[in-house]
């Protein structure tokens, strides 16, 4: 199935786009049509037909996503919702188009989306890679109804019966399917509410977490018992993991301790399995630094799995059986990255990019190219 992808916003300098191409008017087109907080927007152009999602965000800012394909139409908007809804997740996850505010808001960190390259990119191929799985799901998009005027619109929620909903998406040139609560698993109050609450706790845990940085910072400039710096390091390492599960994943942390690692998250069989984090010694054979991701019977295995090294390297892609598979390598000490496929934790087919310096601002403002 071939399979085309745009990301796309109204962000703190403007609408952007990428790939910037010829689409920019039927994407502005979805958010002028779009009137619930997240929507799907079906727009269909002869044989091709746009899967569009918007989110709205503060302030009248957006996000958006698109799948493009070519003579085909899909059938299964309730998973299309919970793809797109999963992304926004993963992007506030990463923290480099999006991230929470102080009020439990998702708001935009990036200006322009040219710059997050190799964010796109990994989001690119995962939003292809989870649209894929619905070829099952296709039907052939059947010929163009010349009764329906060509800009007509028509909009249902998403609770509507399925079949009008899949049919109007083939017929009408732009089909919206909206949802104005639980676009996030839980209504819009319940799910501040919770924010709030857990943005109060990750305050305190910055707060303690600053406090510990002070102590080991005093400590290194007495020159006192080494020994000490040593523990208190561990404990600010400790304290960023909880944070990380307080904030993001708000579930009984266990810890758990090997040669290898440190280990905090659950458990199965004495071995970890599931979502948690792992902390490396610093004389690391590899090393590295942590681990975020899911683990299964002991061994690293996610399609998101996220590992830091001490030299600023890191990996962010897919890993099965502790060893990389697809994904970005980024390497801090020539600044460059790689994309593509691994083979035994080394690229093996893909492309590095080399990062140069296109441009510099001063106080928003180009002072030379």
């Not at 152009?45 to 709205?56: E, L, N």
């Not at 894929?132 to 800009?151: M, N």
């Not at 080494?226 to 579930?251: D, E, H, Q, R």
Request: aromatic share 16%; net charge negative.
């Amino acid at each position: 199935m071939n399979i085309s992808t745009y990301i796309f916003g109204l962000f703190d300098n403007g609408y952007s786009q990428y790939p910037n191409d010829y689409t920019r008017s039927i994407f502005q087109n979805f958010y002028e049509n779009s009137t619930a907080p997240a929507q799907i927007l079906v727009h269909r152009d002869g044989a091709i037909i746009y899967y569009g999602y918007i989110r709205k965000l503060e302030n009248r800012r957006y996000i958006g996503f698109s799948v493009v394909l070519n003579s085909l139409m899909l059938t299964d908007f309730k998973e299309m919702f919970s793809i797109f809804e999963k992304t926004i997740t993963n992007l506030v996850v990463n923290g480099n188009l999006l991230q929470f505010d102080d009020k439990g808001n998702i708001v935009p960190t990036v200006q322009h989306l040219y710059l997050e390259h190799a964010e796109i990119s990994h989001f690119s191929k995962y939003l292809r890679n989870e649209f894929a799985r619905l070829e099952t799901s296709c039907k052939v998009l059947p010929p163009i109804s010349y009764e329906i005027a060509k800009d007509e619109i028509r909009k249902f929620p998403i609770s509507n019966d399925e079949d009008e909903i899949i049919e109007a998406s083939s017929k009408y040139s732009y089909c919206v399917i909206f949802k104005q609560t639980d676009f996030d698993g839980q209504t819009m109050g319940s799910y501040r509410s919770t924010l709030h609450r857990l943005n109060e706790e990750k305050e305190a845990l910055e707060k303690k977490n600053s406090s510990l940085k002070s102590d080991i910072i005093s400590l290194r400039n007495k020159q006192r018992n080494t020994t000490w710096i040593a523990v208190l390091s561990v404990v600010v390492a400790i304290l960023g993991g909880i944070l990380y599960f307080k904030v993001l994943n708000p579930a009984e942390v266990t810890k758990y301790e090997t040669s290898d690692f440190l280990y905090y998250g659950p458990l199965n069989n004495k071995r970890p399995h599931g979502e948690g984090v792992a902390f490396y010694p610093t004389n690391d054979q590899y090393g590295r630094r942590y681990y975020i991701g899911n683990f299964k019977y002991g061994e690293r295995q996610d399609s998101n799995a996220m590992l830091y090294y001490q030299n600023g390297d890191y990996f962010y892609g897919s890993m099965f059986g502790d060893k990389f598979q697809d994904g970005i390598f980024y390497s801090n000490s020539d600044n460059a990255h790689f994309e593509g496929r691994f083979v035994n934790n080394k690229p093996y087919d893909g492309t590095w990019y080399i990062h140069e310096i296109s441009y510099t601002l001063k106080e928003g403002q180009i002072i030379n190219k």
